[in-house]
T-cell receptor
Protein backbone atom coordinates (compact mmCIF):
# COMPACT_ATOMS: atom_id res chain seq x y z
CA UNK A 1 0.00 0.00 0.00
CA UNK A 2 1.10 3.55 -0.57
CA UNK A 3 0.31 6.73 1.29
CA UNK A 4 0.93 10.45 0.91
CA UNK A 5 1.35 12.95 3.70
CA UNK A 6 0.95 16.68 3.36
CA UNK A 7 1.57 17.97 6.84
CA UNK A 8 0.60 21.58 6.18
CA UNK A 9 -3.11 22.10 5.60
CA UNK A 10 -2.68 25.84 5.08
CA UNK A 11 0.32 27.96 4.16
CA UNK A 12 0.01 31.75 4.19
CA UNK A 13 2.82 33.62 2.45
CA UNK A 14 3.37 37.18 1.35
CA UNK A 15 3.49 38.00 -2.32
CA UNK A 16 6.98 37.69 -3.85
CA UNK A 17 8.18 35.55 -0.94
CA UNK A 18 9.42 31.99 -1.48
CA UNK A 19 7.28 29.01 -0.54
CA UNK A 20 7.73 25.29 0.03
CA UNK A 21 4.82 22.87 0.22
CA UNK A 22 5.84 19.59 1.76
CA UNK A 23 4.96 16.14 0.54
CA UNK A 24 6.18 12.82 1.86
CA UNK A 25 5.13 9.42 0.61
CA UNK A 26 5.52 5.82 1.57
CA UNK A 27 5.58 2.92 -0.84
CA UNK A 28 7.31 -0.42 -1.09
CA UNK A 29 7.68 -0.14 -4.86
CA UNK A 30 8.74 2.42 -7.42
CA UNK A 31 6.30 5.26 -7.87
CA UNK A 32 5.42 8.17 -10.07
CA UNK A 33 4.83 11.45 -8.25
CA UNK A 34 2.56 14.34 -9.11
CA UNK A 35 1.50 17.75 -7.93
CA UNK A 36 -1.99 18.89 -8.87
CA UNK A 37 -3.38 22.39 -8.35
CA UNK A 38 -7.00 23.34 -7.78
CA UNK A 39 -7.87 27.00 -8.23
CA UNK A 40 -11.00 28.28 -6.47
CA UNK A 41 -14.14 26.77 -7.95
CA UNK A 42 -12.22 24.83 -10.57
CA UNK A 43 -11.19 21.24 -11.15
CA UNK A 44 -7.76 19.76 -10.58
CA UNK A 45 -4.98 20.49 -13.04
CA UNK A 46 -1.66 18.73 -13.30
CA UNK A 47 1.13 21.08 -12.21
CA UNK A 48 4.14 18.82 -12.65
CA UNK A 49 5.16 15.20 -12.48
CA UNK A 50 8.14 12.97 -11.87
CA UNK A 51 8.27 9.73 -13.82
CA UNK A 52 11.99 9.07 -14.24
CA UNK A 53 15.23 10.77 -15.15
CA UNK A 54 16.18 14.10 -13.60
CA UNK A 55 14.93 14.33 -10.05
CA UNK A 56 14.18 18.05 -10.45
CA UNK A 57 11.05 18.82 -12.41
CA UNK A 58 9.62 22.20 -13.28
CA UNK A 59 6.29 23.65 -14.27
CA UNK A 60 5.66 26.40 -16.78
CA UNK A 61 4.63 28.89 -14.08
CA UNK A 62 7.80 28.76 -11.99
CA UNK A 63 7.10 25.91 -9.58
CA UNK A 64 9.58 23.09 -9.17
CA UNK A 65 9.71 19.87 -7.20
CA UNK A 66 12.55 17.55 -6.40
CA UNK A 67 12.20 13.82 -5.98
CA UNK A 68 14.28 12.67 -3.03
CA UNK A 69 14.20 8.90 -2.83
CA UNK A 70 16.18 8.61 0.40
CA UNK A 71 13.84 10.97 2.19
CA UNK A 72 10.76 9.79 0.28
CA UNK A 73 9.84 13.39 -0.39
CA UNK A 74 8.58 15.44 -3.31
CA UNK A 75 8.38 18.98 -1.96
CA UNK A 76 7.02 21.76 -4.14
CA UNK A 77 8.83 25.08 -4.22
CA UNK A 78 8.56 28.48 -5.83
CA UNK A 79 11.12 31.24 -5.26
CA UNK A 80 8.62 34.10 -5.58
CA UNK A 81 4.87 33.63 -5.37
CA UNK A 82 2.18 35.68 -7.02
CA UNK A 83 -1.39 36.40 -5.97
CA UNK A 84 -2.57 34.13 -8.76
CA UNK A 85 -0.84 31.17 -7.10
CA UNK A 86 -3.51 31.16 -4.39
CA UNK A 87 -4.99 27.69 -4.70
CA UNK A 88 -5.04 24.26 -3.12
CA UNK A 89 -2.18 21.95 -4.01
CA UNK A 90 -2.40 18.16 -3.91
CA UNK A 91 0.50 15.75 -3.94
CA UNK A 92 -0.21 12.33 -5.45
CA UNK A 93 1.55 9.02 -6.00
CA UNK A 94 0.94 6.07 -8.26
CA UNK A 95 2.70 2.74 -8.54
CA UNK A 96 4.90 2.87 -11.61
CA UNK A 97 4.33 -0.75 -12.58
CA UNK A 98 0.83 -0.51 -13.98
CA UNK A 99 -2.56 0.19 -12.50
CA UNK A 100 -2.82 1.20 -8.95
CA UNK A 101 -5.26 3.86 -7.97
CA UNK A 102 -3.69 7.24 -7.47
CA UNK A 103 -3.29 8.11 -3.83
CA UNK A 104 -3.70 11.78 -3.03
CA UNK A 105 -2.55 13.76 -0.05
CA UNK A 106 -5.08 15.82 1.88
CA UNK A 107 -4.02 19.03 0.17
CA UNK A 108 -2.32 22.27 1.17
CA UNK A 109 -4.09 25.59 0.76
CA UNK A 110 -1.64 28.24 -0.33
CA UNK A 111 -2.83 31.73 0.48
CA UNK A 112 -0.77 34.51 -1.03
CA UNK A 113 -1.10 37.75 0.91
CA UNK A 114 -0.71 41.04 -0.97
CA UNK B 1 -8.84 18.73 -27.90
CA UNK B 2 -11.78 18.40 -25.55
CA UNK B 3 -11.10 17.63 -21.94
CA UNK B 4 -13.07 15.58 -19.45
CA UNK B 5 -16.60 16.90 -19.10
CA UNK B 6 -19.10 16.32 -16.32
CA UNK B 7 -22.76 17.04 -16.02
CA UNK B 8 -24.57 18.56 -14.33
CA UNK B 9 -22.17 21.10 -12.89
CA UNK B 10 -24.45 21.60 -9.92
CA UNK B 11 -27.19 19.38 -8.53
CA UNK B 12 -29.47 20.16 -5.61
CA UNK B 13 -31.68 17.34 -4.46
CA UNK B 14 -33.83 16.36 -1.53
CA UNK B 15 -32.84 13.70 0.94
CA UNK B 16 -34.02 10.30 -0.20
CA UNK B 17 -34.00 11.06 -3.92
CA UNK B 18 -31.78 9.28 -6.45
CA UNK B 19 -29.24 11.19 -8.53
CA UNK B 20 -27.17 10.39 -11.59
CA UNK B 21 -23.87 12.09 -12.35
CA UNK B 22 -22.33 11.82 -15.79
CA UNK B 23 -18.73 11.82 -16.95
CA UNK B 24 -17.45 12.05 -20.52
CA UNK B 25 -13.75 11.13 -20.58
CA UNK B 26 -11.19 12.21 -23.11
CA UNK B 27 -11.49 10.19 -26.30
CA UNK B 28 -9.11 7.24 -26.30
CA UNK B 29 -8.60 7.20 -22.55
CA UNK B 30 -9.12 3.67 -21.36
CA UNK B 31 -9.13 4.32 -17.63
CA UNK B 32 -11.76 6.33 -15.79
CA UNK B 33 -11.91 7.24 -12.12
CA UNK B 34 -14.48 8.74 -9.77
CA UNK B 35 -13.48 10.70 -6.67
CA UNK B 36 -15.37 12.59 -4.02
CA UNK B 37 -14.14 15.82 -2.48
CA UNK B 38 -15.96 16.90 0.64
CA UNK B 39 -15.57 20.30 2.27
CA UNK B 40 -12.26 20.41 4.09
CA UNK B 41 -11.34 16.91 2.98
CA UNK B 42 -8.93 15.58 0.43
CA UNK B 43 -9.81 13.47 -2.54
CA UNK B 44 -11.59 10.25 -1.73
CA UNK B 45 -11.27 7.50 -4.34
CA UNK B 46 -14.58 5.87 -5.22
CA UNK B 47 -14.18 3.58 -8.23
CA UNK B 48 -11.93 2.84 -11.19
CA UNK B 49 -12.87 1.56 -14.64
CA UNK B 50 -10.63 -0.07 -17.18
CA UNK B 51 -12.74 -0.17 -20.31
CA UNK B 52 -16.24 -1.11 -19.20
CA UNK B 53 -15.19 -3.19 -16.23
CA UNK B 54 -14.52 -1.96 -12.72
CA UNK B 55 -11.63 -3.88 -11.17
CA UNK B 56 -11.52 -1.60 -8.18
CA UNK B 57 -14.73 -0.59 -6.44
CA UNK B 58 -13.13 -0.44 -3.04
CA UNK B 59 -13.90 3.21 -2.44
CA UNK B 60 -17.67 3.14 -2.84
CA UNK B 61 -18.90 4.17 0.61
CA UNK B 62 -22.11 2.12 0.65
CA UNK B 63 -24.38 0.01 -1.52
CA UNK B 64 -26.34 3.16 -2.34
CA UNK B 65 -23.50 4.08 -4.66
CA UNK B 66 -23.03 2.42 -8.01
CA UNK B 67 -21.39 3.25 -11.30
CA UNK B 68 -21.32 1.95 -14.80
CA UNK B 69 -19.43 2.66 -17.96
CA UNK B 70 -20.65 1.88 -21.46
CA UNK B 71 -18.80 1.65 -24.75
CA UNK B 72 -15.54 2.28 -22.96
CA UNK B 73 -16.54 5.91 -22.81
CA UNK B 74 -19.28 7.63 -20.81
CA UNK B 75 -19.67 6.75 -17.16
CA UNK B 76 -22.57 7.34 -14.80
CA UNK B 77 -22.31 7.46 -11.03
CA UNK B 78 -25.65 6.80 -9.34
CA UNK B 79 -26.44 7.58 -5.73
CA UNK B 80 -29.68 6.11 -4.45
CA UNK B 81 -31.67 7.45 -1.51
CA UNK B 82 -29.31 10.38 -1.08
CA UNK B 83 -28.30 11.49 2.40
CA UNK B 84 -27.02 14.86 3.54
CA UNK B 85 -23.55 13.40 4.06
CA UNK B 86 -23.42 12.67 0.33
CA UNK B 87 -23.10 16.41 -0.30
CA UNK B 88 -19.72 16.93 -1.96
CA UNK B 89 -18.02 17.65 -5.26
CA UNK B 90 -17.81 14.51 -7.36
CA UNK B 91 -14.80 14.50 -9.66
CA UNK B 92 -14.17 12.30 -12.64
CA UNK B 93 -10.78 11.72 -14.21
CA UNK B 94 -9.53 9.74 -17.16
CA UNK B 95 -6.12 8.55 -18.18
CA UNK B 96 -4.49 7.02 -21.23
CA UNK B 97 -3.19 3.43 -21.23
CA UNK B 98 0.15 4.54 -19.80
CA UNK B 99 -1.62 5.42 -16.54
CA UNK B 100 0.95 8.03 -15.68
CA UNK B 101 -1.33 11.03 -15.58
CA UNK B 102 -4.96 11.67 -14.77
CA UNK B 103 -6.99 14.40 -16.43
CA UNK B 104 -9.77 15.77 -14.27
CA UNK B 105 -13.17 17.10 -15.14
CA UNK B 106 -14.59 20.25 -13.48
CA UNK B 107 -16.71 18.21 -11.09
CA UNK B 108 -20.36 18.06 -10.11
CA UNK B 109 -21.30 19.84 -6.91
CA UNK B 110 -24.02 17.81 -5.21
CA UNK B 111 -26.07 19.36 -2.44
CA UNK B 112 -28.53 17.18 -0.54
CA UNK B 113 -31.07 19.17 1.43
Amino acid sequence: AQSVTQLDSQVPVFEEAPVELRCNYSSSVSVYLFWYVQYPNQGLQLLLKYLSGSTLVESINGFEAEFNKSQTSFHLRKPSVHISDTAEYFCAVIHSGGYQKVTFGTGTKLQVIP
Amino acid sequence: GAGVSQSPSNKVTEKGKDVELRCDPISGHTALYWYRQSLGQGLEFLIYFQGNSAPDKSGLPSDRFSAERTGGSVSTLTIQRTQQEDSAVYLCASSPPSYNEQFFGPGTRLTVL
